[in-house]
């Protein structure tokens, strides 16, 4: 990241379609070259996971760490490619613009699935197929099973399977897959048209010299095939159920902390494997992006533990993390490391020194600026650092319309009025901070497309610590338009990161 450029935020869920949510078709192809026309390089998007309504439908929470999410797959694409007919999408039911209808969109893609794969059983001994299920089978093969057996139990949780499969007994694990073949087969051929679909359109945003910015988690769901097939690794009892959950602690998103209830790792035993299972995941992703931002990187040096059972984070403890000798390891697989560390909330000093050893560019959001601390502010333009990635906010902070509506304060308002010079007005907030982030001395500057649209609180992605009505904003087509990429074309070219 050594040279000025700038992107949009926009996860897939939030583009438009006609199936209930965002998807990889035509729409994703027209975001692309909006990005294009606005001068921007870089597309940075969550995580591609499978979700949940049983998580609040977060990309954060998945039963896989490595599989891709079927909602996102283009039905329109499937016809395109011969695995569809144009008949089959006659039924597609009408779904509202604006935000995602999960419940629905999910009957809608299943039922579309399910007709391309009894249309395409035949086609298993395609090369490219064959070849997929070889490349992939490290995570694919368990995650094919775990889902199927997942189903074949009515839901249930797999700590509550029968022991045989519970503790992935060879024999037991063998009958299983011999017994649900067929639907194991069915899920590895989803999962194959999703990661050929997202290839195609990594490749478009290269040819149109846009680079993608994907969102690793630092956790994984304790109710995935990851944990199912690496307890090993995971702090769980003899039960295997966890021990102890991941979180962090009171901070400016939560007074009581964030409890994210996920299972953390053994880090002496990722030590001994010579972290194989996390090169593995990171290798698997540097194939779908062009950089990483790590989520939640502190916790890669010092990790926030609270008690299983607990029902806040406050009572938890943070632990110590290898941090030099797990990312001295990942240099030496991956010599040019393509990362962005999400370095927010309680930031110690040893953080900062393993991002400095590391030469790890940490983000600095805009709507963080403007306290009574401002001049020393870290997050304030005038202390950025170039190695840095700005940000107006993320998908964790309310828009920059709406912050400024609900969230700052008069002595905010009054400390952002004086920094820029003149009286802002909430209209045009979102402009105010885009240029202030363009004028960043930082190379990489990144803005949610609800601030380069202006729109309010309505339009937030995520309220941390709120289980509920999340992840479902949507862009509507009209919004993308010529005369909102030539404005920001107009900035971009102007701060030099065009």
């Not at 700590?159 to 694990?173: T, Y």
Request: with cysteine.
């Amino acid at each position: 990241m050594n040279r000025r450029r700038s992107g949009i935020l926009l996860h897939v869920t939030s583009l438009p379609s006609r199936y209930g949510v965002g998807d990889l078709g035509e729409s994703a192809y027209r975001f692309v070259d909006f990005l294009a026309e606005a001068g921007q390089s870089l597309w940075q998007i969550l995580p591609l996971a499978p979700t949940s309504p049983l998580s609040g439908n977060s990309p954060y929470t998945s039963a896989s760490a490595a599989a891709g999410n079927p909602l996102l797959i283009s039905p329109d694409l499937l016809v395109q490619d011969g695995f569809l007919a144009p008949a089959d999408l006659d039924h597609v039911p009408s779904f509202a613009a604006g935000r995602v209808d999960y419940e629905a969109a999910q009957r809608c893609k299943t039922a579309l699935l399910q007709t391309a794969w009894d249309k395409c059983r035949d086609r298993c001994t395609d090369p490219d197929f064959v070849a997929f299920c070889r490349g992939q089978a490290w995570w694919l093969d368990d995650y094919a099973l775990f889902d199927a057996f997942k189903e074949e139990s009515g839901g249930l949780p797999w700590g509550a399977w029968p022991a045989g499969i519970k503790h992935r007994a060879a024999a037991d694990c063998q009958q299983w897959q011999e017994l649900l073949a067929e639907s194991i087969q069915a899920r590895k051929w989803v999962q194959y048209l999703f990661f050929r679909q997202w290839a195609a359109l990594k490749a478009y945003c290269n040819e149109r010299q846009i680079q993608v910015i994907g969102d690793l988690p630092i956790y994984v769901n304790y109710e995935s095939a990851d944990v199912w097939a690496n307890p090993d690794i995971f702090q769980l009892d003899e039960a295997l159920q966890p021990v102890v959950v991941a979180g962090v602690p009171p901070d400016y998103f939560s007074a009581t902390g964030q409890l994210w209830g996920n299972p953390v790792y053994r880090w002496h035993i990722l030590q001994e494997t010579g972290y194989s299972w996390w090169l593995r995941r990171i290798e698997h992703n540097l194939k779908l992006f062009d950089s990483i931002r790590l989520d939640h990187f502190r916790g890669f040096v010092g990790y926030w533990v609270v008690p299983a059972g607990a029902t806040t984070a406050i009572h938890g403890k943070w632990e110590p993390a290898p941090a030099r000798d797990f990312f001295s390891a990942i240099a030496r697989r991956f010599p040019s490391l393509p990362l962005i560390a999400e370095d927010l909330g309680v930031i110690t000093p040893d953080v900062r020194e393993v991002m400095a050893e590391f030469d790890l560019p940490g983000m600095k959001v805009l709507q963080f600026a403007f306290g009574e601390d401002l001049p020393s502010n870290p997050y304030a333009p005038h202390n950025h650092t170039r190695d840095a990635v700005v940000f107006t906010g993320t998908h964790d902070n309310n828009t920059t319309r709406g912050w400024f509506r609900r969230e700052l304060d008069e002595g905010g308002k009054t400390r952002l009025a004086h920094y820029l010079g003149r009286e802002v007005v909430e209209t045009e907030v979102h402009w105010e901070l885009i240029r202030l982030a363009m004028m960043s001395v930082s190379d990489t500057a990144v803005f949610p497309m609800q601030d380069i649209l202006g729109l309010g609180e309505d339009a937030r992605m995520n309220v941390p610590s709120v289980a509920q009505g999340n992840w479902s904003w949507r862009l509507r087509p009209d919004q993308l338009t010529q005369e909102l990429a030539q404005r920001l074309a107009r900035m971009t070219r102007l701060y030099g990161r065009a």
